[in-house]
């Protein structure tokens, strides 16, 4: 044992540890802990020490020099279970290998993350893909996929439960980690490789239950106008929970070679900053940190990018040999495919078929994820709205020269707060009633086409909204900002309707008209500077956001506004009858806020769009709107769309986090056969994404071909008489990108030649064993060993090939075609490649919050 191991021995832990049995709560186990510790005395010890490095109330202290991260308990675990084995009788590691050493290790850490997945309910993935999520019965199928009542009565103790998989884990991780640092991580040499993949599906699964609940209830809140229903703790608890074990699952699955090759067939972006490490979250954050969504640096964490096509034949390979594999439990009511699928699972081939089924490839689930614990954070925000504290407190939402009113608008406080109660409703309304009253008489009014026409009580709403900032929070001037989002957003009475049609004002809903849409239609200079203004208010901005981005049909008034609001136009304008209270001259957003706006605009849009082909709204009424009208709408929104991009603020191409690729193309797809503003747009976006991830590989397969054709084409030299020769290899290693490597593979005939080769072979060895042929290959024995084991050795390697896995998943696509077992797991390349969208696996924001939760 080395000195740095003796020293992490005697750390402060094992004392707390020795001192303290049950600091932890341990003395309840779930029945899989129960049994798996009561097996032996070790796996009790090993049970401990991980609860111990997971507890908050056990961790080693905090110091300056190390961050108590994953990777660091991990390389505190290790050794100290290695002391907790060798003081076994049983075990004589003095005389094994390394290797048998850390199999051993492996060995129970696996069987502890086991029992701990049955403990937290997260050990099925059968049951968990068929659980009856719908309405009526999802509060009744919980306890498919939460953990028991039993466990739930102790939440610190479940919590540590997904902190301690996650540790156990790495701990797995490290175990099969090359020698030297330098060297790659070989998913191959794991053997939990084929677990750790259906782990990760079945956290993703809990991952979409979660999710669909807690938008369900969010939209039914929407619908009855109260924030009554409420998502249970529990579901948040394990969102989680599950969040952070499928994170951890995913770093280890993407370490590969293949990750970092570009999928140009994919119509689906992600949105990742080059400059974050894919390790950052695992070695440097705290363990307590990472176990919550919001403390996780990376983006996109938990989505799995890993090419899995020679992963399915590595798999294949290694469980050539087994049999049985899982038994599951039926969950309620499965469908039909439920049975094919739990009989593919007991084979050992046909389970890697069916590892593939719902394989939800590239997700964006981990932005849901965030979404829902940032509002969880806003609530608590809200609340504290609700118990008055002072707005000095509060960080501004207002930014730049925004926070601070111009001197005309001081003015104008001063003129109020000095003015007697009878003049004060000259400058701002002093009491609710009034403020009502206006508010349901303005947004019927027609704004008149002279300034100086305008009535002046205008201009008092203005300034009664713009006031709340100064007032004080116990004051009603200081609700005033709410007072008037909400009305504006208040369905409109039938009565205010059929006024506005008579005055042949066009109304076409696809959803109900908000008493905000006749306010812009009768009135829309007023209507838009009551916007900048609700916008200037802390607790009103978000909202007013939302309300345009999401909560809205869709019209040219609004496609207007929006262009403004985006483009810098709005707030102080030359000729506008109003005046902006803030300083800065317009309204000012940030770049999230644009991003997420204009994510959020686009998607009504493509929403709004959709209803020519006829909907049912929730009375059951039959909705379409008239294809003249949407054509016009389009090509307006195309116009729009084509000046943000002159202006920079949307960019095309496949960089940056303001190309929407995936919202322009899904809203324009359907147009470009009857807008031809939307077709030419739509082939500019496709244009830009084929172009950049093109221009990278020609250019350097420019600076690659002269030199290629010299050196590559003479035929390879083969030492050995199994897989690729020596210098192919060494060619391949020494390729640092994948725009090299695609450029000198498909200028070289002889390496082509050479893996057409080597695939031939293994295509037999491949349908012999999924077959079980009983006719032996022709091949020597000795090279079908060398053959198979070469895969396994150079997997990192043959991974940057892309042209040897698309060779290869042909191979298992012939398979699949000609064997039952492996054809009724109905999954296709598409799967493999990312290239469709899995169950809406990139679809899942479509609605977001906006009522408060209690």
């Given amino acids: 044992m080395t000195d740095d191991e003796s020293d992490i021995e005697n750390m402060d832990i094992v004392a ?20 798996l510790t009561s097996e032996s005395d070790l796996n009790y010890s090993i049970y401990r020490l991980t609860v111990a490095l997971c507890d908050p109330l056990q961790q080693p202290p905090d110091n300056d020099k190390q961050v108590l991260s994953l990777d660091f308990l991990a390389d505190i675990l290790i050794p100290l279970s290695y002391h907790e084995v060798s003081q076994k009788p049983h075990f004589l590691f003095e005389t094994s290998s390394v290797h048998l050493i850390k199999f051993t290790l492996s060995t129970i850490y696996f069987r502890l ?28 199928n919980l306890h498919y996929w939460v953990p028991s009542k039993e466990v739930q009565s102790r939440p610190r103790q479940f919590k540590v439960y997904y902190s301690m998989s996650c540790l156990l884990l790495v701990a797995i991780y490290k175990l099969f980690a090359p020698e030297s640092p330098k060297e790659p991580y070989n998913l191959t040499k794991n053997p939990y490789l084929f677990h750790l993949v259906r782990s990760w599906k079945c956290h993703t699964n809990v991952i979409l239950l979660a999710l669909e609940i807690d938008r369900r209830i969010e939209l039914q809140n929407e619908e009855e106008d109260s924030d009554e229903n409420q998502t249970p703790e529990i579901i948040y608890n394990v969102l989680e929970g599950s969040s952070a074990v499928r994170s951890v699952l995913a770093w280890i699955l993407n370490q590969n070679p293949s990750v970092d090759i570009p999928d140009t067939n994919s119509d689906l972006e992600t949105i990742e900053d080059p400059d974050v490490d894919w390790s950052y979250d695992i070695k440097e954050l705290p363990l307590l940190e990472f176990v919550l969504p919001l403390s996780r640096r990376r983006a996109n964490c938990g989505a799995l990018r890993v090419d899995m096509r020679l992963i399915v034949i590595a798999l294949i390979i290694i469980r050539s040999g087994s049999h049985v594999v899982s038994t599951s439990n039926q969950s309620s009511k499965p469908p039909v495919s439920y049975s094919y699928r739990k009989q593919a699972q007991q084979d050992a081939i046909s389970s890697v078929g069916d590892l593939l089924v ?19 954070l806003d609530g608590f925000q809200d609340e504290d709205e609700k118990q008055g504290i002072d707005d000095s407190q509060l960080e501004p939402v207002a930014i730049g020269d925004n926070m601070e009113y111009t001197p005309a608008f001081l003015e104008v406080i001063k003129s109020f707060e000095s003015a007697t109660e009878e003049d004060k409703r000259k400058y701002i309304f002093d009491d609710v009633t009034e403020l009502g009253y206006y508010l349901k008489f303005v947004i019927l009014k027609t704004s008149s086409s002279s300034k100086a026409q305008d009535s002046p009580w205008d201009q008092v709403l203005l300034n009664s909204i713009a006031y709340a900032k100064h007032a004080a929070s116990e004051t009603h001037f200081y609700l005033y900002p709410g007072i008037v989002l909400g009305f504006l957003k208040m369905p409109a009475s039938i009565e205010d309707i059929e006024e506005c049609r008579k005055k042949n004002l066009f109304l076409l809903p696809i959803s109900p008209i908000t008493n905000f849409e006749l306010f812009l239609k009768n009135n829309t200079q007023l209507a838009r500077s009551v916007l900048d203004e609700l916008m200037m208010f802390p607790y009103t901005r978000s909202k007013t956001l939302n309300l345009l981005s999401k909560e809205q049909n869709l019209n040219p008034l609004m496609i207007d506004y929006v262009y403004e609001l985006v483009s810098g136009l709005r707030g102080r304008q030359e000729h506008s009858a109003y005046t902006f209270s803030r300083l800065g001259g317009k309204v000012i957003l940030d770049e999230r806020e644009i991003q997420l706006f204009l994510h959020n605009f686009l998607t009504r849009c493509s929403e709004y769009f959709a209803a020519v082909d006829g909907f049912e709204d929730l009375d059951g009424n039959r909705v379409i709107l008239p294809e003249s009208v949407a054509k016009k709408t389009m090509s307006l929104l195309c116009l729009m769309i084509n000046r943000l991009v002159a ?9 940056g986090p303001f190309t929407f690729n995936t919202e322009l193309r899904g809203l324009l797809i359907g147009w470009i056969g009857r807008v031809k503003e939307a077709r030419t747009l739509y082939f500019e976006i496709s244009s830009a994404l084929y172009d950049d991830a093109r221009d990278g590989i020609r250019e350097q397969a420019n600076g690659f071909e002269d030199e290629t054709r010299e ?54 060895y491949i349908a012999s064993i999924v077959w079980v042929s009983e ?4 091949i020597p ?13 150079n997997f990192n390697v043959l991974c940057k090939v892309d042209y040897f896995a698309g060779a290869m998943f ?23 490649n990312g290239e469709t969208e899995f169950k809406d696996g990139k679809k899942k924001k479509k609605k977001k919050k906006s009522k408060k939760k209690k």
């Fill in 781 to 793: 024995a000795d090279i079908v060993a060398g053959d198979l084991r070469f895969y396994l050795d």
């Fill in 711 to 764: 050196k590559v084409e003479e035929p390879p030299t083969k030492a050995r008489n199994y897989g690729i020769s020596e210098s192919t290899m060494a060619k391949i290693e020494s390729w640092e990108s994948s725009a090299e490597t695609v450029a000198i593979v498909n200028t070289s005939k002889a390496i082509r030649d050479e893996f057409d080769n080597y695939v031939g072979r293994l295509k037999e």
């Fill in 810 to 832: 042909e191979v298992f696509e012939s398979c699949v075609s000609s064997e039952p077992r492996l054809g009724e797991s109905e999954f296709s390349e598409a799967f493999i």
């Fill in 113 to 140: 993350y086991c029992a701990l997945q049955e403990t937290l309910n997260t050990d099925d993935e059968l049951k968990l893909r068929h659980v009856d999520n719908s309405p009526d019965h999802w509060f009744e």
């Fill in 775 to 778: 006719v032996r290959s022709s």
């Fill in 647 to 655: 202006q920079g603020i949307i960019a095309l191409g496949s960089d």
């Fill in 16 to 35: 707390d540890y020795e001192d303290n049995p049950d600091s932890s709560g341990v003395g309840y186990m779930s029945p899989p802990l129960s049994r």
């Fill in 358 to 376: 719902d394989l939800e490839y590239d997700d964006r689930f981990d932005e849901d994820i965030r979404y829902v614990f940032e509002f969880e």
